[in-house]
């Protein structure tokens, strides 16, 4: 008999050409079956990254939004983590279609299950830049208590979480931010904030960890504060070599242990979301253009999806 709990085609977003968010287009597509381990989950929120539309090269058309939240509709053979309509959102595999469009199907180990406390919404902002933190300070960077780390780019979508795992670790936190955030990073609960526009390597006492969320020079111009046996780590390009420090450039990887985790923290009240700003589908060139702009703050997100 066929299956007849979903339809035999959904609309998509579709990125036609690289880094244009003028040529992104919504299609009718085939929808979706898992397959052995896999998970199909109807979409209600879809979330992007600044730069994703550079990133299905050698793949196009190809669909983007790399982090969700949706319900299960049906399961591959052999996976068994999750039931028929189970609340979960996560962050997808990037050698894959993305999640904006009406169904989604990905790898169980992917998924976990949806904090309670936020809507689909707020949820589809958190993987990404969440496990983007958490392993940069936990996996990479080797963080303990009692340790100092300088954060760059505190109050951007992965400095946001950042500035708060890392106090919540035990760590002493310097946060640089533009002059417009200064305040929003001692919100975040930074225990030293300095204009990243200032001559700060000159003023801030040596750290054991720097996380460079940020870009332009913030890498080399901190490079110089990490005390000896301490590490740089970056998730926007490889950081030169500096004698004495462990330079690393790391990719966000899916990790349902961390994030559940981090699910426990934000229905506890332990983590501050960032702000993160809705489209609908049919809006996707503004929704990229929006996530393009320095000024934005927080996510953008597709939602509803419907």
Avoid: C
């Amino acid at each position: 008999m066929p299956d007849t709990s979903r339809p035999a085609t959904m609309r998509a977003l579709r990125v036609l050409e690289l880094a244009d968010p003028a040529q992104v287009r919504i299609e009718q597509v085939p929808t979706p079956s898992p397959s052995g381990d896999e998970l199909l989950i109807r979409v209600r929120a879809a979330a992007i990254t600044r730069d994703e539309l550079t990133w299905p090269e050698g793949r196009l058309p190809a669909t983007p939004s790399y982090e969700f939240s949706g319900e299960v509709v049906a399961l591959g053979e052999s996976a068994s983590d999750f039931a028929a309509g189970d609340a979960v959102y996560g962050m997808a595999m990037f050698d894959r279609d993305g999640a904006a469009s009406e169904y989604f199907v990905n790898p169980q180990a992917v998924f976990a299950r949806k904090p309670a406390t936020i809507d689909d919404a707020a949820s589809a902002a958190v993987p990404l830049p969440a496990l983007s933190a958490w392993q940069a300070l936990f996996d990479h960077g080797l963080l303990e208590s009692g340790q100092r780390v300088l954060v760059h780019g505190a109050t951007g979508a992965v400095g946001h979480f950042a500035v708060q795992l890392a106090r919540r670790a035990g760590a002493h936190v310097v946060a640089t931010a533009s002059a417009n955030n200064l305040d929003a990073a001692r919100e975040l609960g930074a225990d030293e904030v300095v204009d990243r526009a200032t001559t700060y390597e000159s003023s801030v006492a040596p750290v054991d960890l720097v996380f460079d969320a940020a870009g332009g020079d913030a890498a080399e111009r901190s490079a110089g504060i990490i005390r000896s046996g301490g590490r740089l780590v970056s998730i926007i390009s490889e950081p030169a070599e500096t004698p004495g420090v462990t330079s690393i450039f790391f990719i966000v990887e899916p990790n349902r242990e961390q994030l559940d985790q981090i699910t426990e923290l934000i229905e506890s009240g332990g983590l501050r979301l960032a702000p993160h700003d809705d489209f609908p589908l049919d809006q996707a060139t503004a929704a990229f253009e929006a996530s393009l702009d320095r000024a934005h703050r927080g996510k953008v997100v597709f939602s509803p999806i419907d």
